[in-house]
């Protein structure tokens, strides 16, 4: 019986990079579904609701996701792009730095596997960030449509809850990757070598020794 092979590492990469993707799509396409509905109001989305439930409608809405996760990430990674720099610059002085530190640790499987992981915490993290926000504002627009009881404290609860969730998702990609650019600092940081005085020492004791 033969054992089954590993994963090669790019099909690994590829398939991380779809879940991702497709997560941080699926709550965008989320907010877009409150938002359409809170438009609507509540008669038009009774109405809707069977149509959306067969399997067309899921692999189509699985599709969209897909591509609004690209649309958003890019747009989360524009968005955030001057903060990552500036915690870039704590670690790395200069783009050349970054760039070479980067190749090292491409020679490096185990320690380039756990910077993909980093990588991919924190794409799902900006990209949240942005779905937060539209989900609120999708989930206050809904309570205001429809006529609820207490809705003035749903719309409170909803806006505070989307709040935390936003400033939870920034502040944890904003230390994953403070820590990504650190450690990659640290371990493309190569021992320095000895003065030359100190190896002609330990070549004379080594030869001392021997007998």
Known sequence: ???????????????????EVLVVGIGFLSG???LAAAAAGPHNTAKVVPVASNSLAAGAALAAAYALGIVVDRAADSALAPVRRRLRVV????????AQARLMLAKEPALAARADYARSRMRICRGWVVNSILLTLATDAALLRYRLESRPLLVIL?????????????FTWRAITKTAYRKLAEQSVRPAPLPAQALQGNQISHTTATP
């Open 91 to 98: 670690s790395f002085t200069t783009d050349r730095a970054y």
């Open 158 to 170: 909803a806006t505070v809850t989307g709040a935390l969730a936003t400033t939870g998702f920034y």
């Open 32 to 34: 877009i579904a409150v």
């Open 1 to 19: 019986m033969t054992a089954a092979q590993p994963e090669p590492p790019s099909l690994v990469a590829a398939t991380s990079m779809f879940i």
